[in-house]
Nanobody
Framework: QVQLVESGGGLVQAGGSLRVSCAASGSFFSINNMGWYRQAPGKQRELVAAITSGGSTNYVDSVKGRFTISRDNAKNTVYLQMNSLKPEDTAVYYC???????????????WGQGTQVTVSS
């Protein structure tokens, strides 16, 4: 099976920076799109940033210019560098990956357990 393990969350003051990481492990053929979602208390989970296997990226408008998503395909790891953090960025951040277990199977989506990011004002 595939496991996604996140790390790097924590508490930071407004204007500060954090980097969260997500490493995929297990037995699989390939990882296609990867992304970061977040869910604040009382709100729906939203896509923050996504990156294709080729490196194309997209971001939700509220983080453009502040967050950068990247990946290291050799390490099966995706990163989210978060700069100029605001209190409204406070949420649990979840890693997501679309994975082909074998060459003939369709992609399946996997989720990490989530990492808390708290931005104090």
């Amino acid at each position: 099976q595939v496991q996604l393990v996140e790390s790097g969350g924590g508490l930071v003051q407004a204007g500060g920076s954090l980097r969260v990481s997500c490493a995929a492990s297990g037995s699989f053929f390939s990882i296609n799109n990867m992304g970061w979602y977040r869910q604040a208390p009382g709100k729906q989970r939203e896509l923050v940033a996504a990156i294709t296997s080729g490196g194309s990226t997209n971001y939700v408008d509220s983080v453009k210019g502040r967050f950068t998503i990247s990946r290291d395909n050799a390490k099966n790891t995706v990163y989210l560098q978060m700069n100029s953090l605001k209190p409204e960025d406070t949420a649990v951040y979840y890693c997501n990956a679309w994975v082909k277990i074998t060459i003939i199977r369709k992609e399946s989506t996997y989720w990490g357990q989530g990492t808390q990011v708290t931005v104090s004002s």
